[in-house]
Nanobody, 124 residues
């Protein structure tokens, strides 16, 4: 059974950093593109970053470019999201998801497997 588990969320002050992890089991993560999504209260879920299966390419939504970095360690079945210069508007539940077809899109409909999310709160 495919499973993704996010970790690393928490409460951080504006300007601070967090590193999220997404660990997979039950399927070959190395053959999938992996995306990070977030959903703030009252807002639709949005794709913020996706990394190719090999890790040699990544895409970011404009709102996080230059602040967030996605990476992966296929040997450990884990994808990371390093988040720096966090802003209150980054507050959301963050999800990782796997796209076995490797479309590389930020649209959620291309993703088959989802984690349950981890809360990130940016507040002073």
């Amino acid at each position: 059974q495919a499973q993704l588990v996010e970790s690393g969320g928490g409460l951080v002050q504006p300007g601070g950093s967090l590193r999220l992890s997404c660990t997979a089991s039950g399927f070959t993560m190395a053959l999938s593109s992996i995306g990070w999504f977030r959903q703030a209260p009252g807002r639709e879920r949005e794709g913020i970053s996706v990394i190719s299966s090999s890790g040699d390419s990544a895409t970011y939504v404009d709102s996080v470019k230059g602040r967030f970095t996605i990476s992966r360690d296929n040997a450990k079945n884990t994808v990371f999201l390093q988040m720096n210069s966090l802003k209150p508007e980054d507050t959301a539940v963050y999800y990782c998801a796997a796209d076995p077809r490797r479309v590389g899109s930020l649209m959620s409909r291309f993703y088959d497997y989802w984690g349950r999310g981890t809360q990130v709160t940016v507040s002073s």
